[in-house]
């Protein structure tokens, strides 16, 4: 069993910086892929950034690609995700995933635990 919590996310303006946590719960959590979902109001959840259990392989999502970056700190239980130069559409909850698997994943199904989610808000 994992429990994921998020933080860090808030408010910033178009052009800004945030840098999200997930603080994962449970040993063994260098066993579990992770990945980074997001979802904006009235839309569907969507695949953000993913990454390996080793951290050595991460995926994005075109619409971040180059802005974003996912890490992992597997001493600490923890999944970051540096956000750079933030948009408005960017603006939604987003959600840490985990999920016991050697590979990458993308797909919310391929998903097992989930985090309550962090509010990330874009002005212009």
């Known amino acids: 069993q994992v429990q994921l919590v998020e933080s860090g996310g808030g408010l910033v303006q178009a052009g800004g910086s945030l840098r999200l946590s997930c603080a994962a719960s449970g040993r063994m959590f260098s066993d579990y892929a992770a990945g980074w979902f997001r979802q904006a109001p009235g839309k569907e959840r969507e695949f953000v950034a993913a990454i390996r259990r080793s951290g050595g392989t991460t995926y994005y999502a075109g619409s971040v690609k180059g802005r974003f970056t996912i890490s992992r700190d597997n001493a600490k239980n923890t999944v970051y995700l540096e956000m750079n130069s933030l948009k408005p559409e960017d603006t939604a909850v987003y959600y840490c995933?985990?999920?016991?698997?050697?590979?990458?994943?993308?797909?919310?199904?391929?998903?097992?635990?989930w985090g309550q989610g962090t509010q990330v808000t874009v002005s212009s």
């Open positions: 995933a985990a999920v016991r698997s050697p590979g990458i994943v993308t797909s919310i199904r391929g998903y097992q635990y």
